[in-house]
């Protein structure tokens, strides 16, 4: 499965953004999902996962509570939505597929990263 990030961009401190993740060549409906960002001088971390049906999720506890990650399948199309931003969300944020929500590092699909850079 190829996957697409957009969404990002510059914002203020406080505000809001909406990252999609496209995905192309297979549905993924059968797919565990996630999101991930790497900042500067920093390895990447995990933001975010949900199981195929999106019905049980997964946050880190820097994002619990400002972050919600969403999917539609019929769509092929995986979200996160980001509230209350803080220049430490500042990184390039990554979608990525695998067999399960629980074993992100057996995530083996990856898009190629949209950048968030928050003003503070």
């Known amino acids: 499965v190829q996957l697409v990030e957009s969404g990002g961009g510059l914002v203020q401190a406080g505000g809001s953004l909406r990252l999609s993740c496209a995905a192309s060549?297979?549905?993924?409906?059968?797919?565990?999902m996630g999101w991930f960002r790497q900042a500067p001088g920093k390895e990447r971390e995990f933001v975010a996962s949900?199981?195929?049906?999106?019905?049980?999720?997964y946050y880190a506890d820097s994002v619990k509570g400002r972050f919600t990650i969403s999917r539609d399948n019929a769509k092929n199309t995986l979200y996160l939505q980001m509230n209350s931003l803080k220049p430490e969300d500042t990184a390039v944020y990554y979608c990525a597929a695998g067999p399960s929500v629980t074993r992100t590092d057996k995530f083996g699909s990856w898009g190629r990263g949209t950048q968030v850079t928050v003003s503070s």
């Open positions: 060549g297979r549905t993924i409906s059968t797919y565990a």
């Open positions: 949900c199981t195929w049906s999106g019905g049980i999720t």
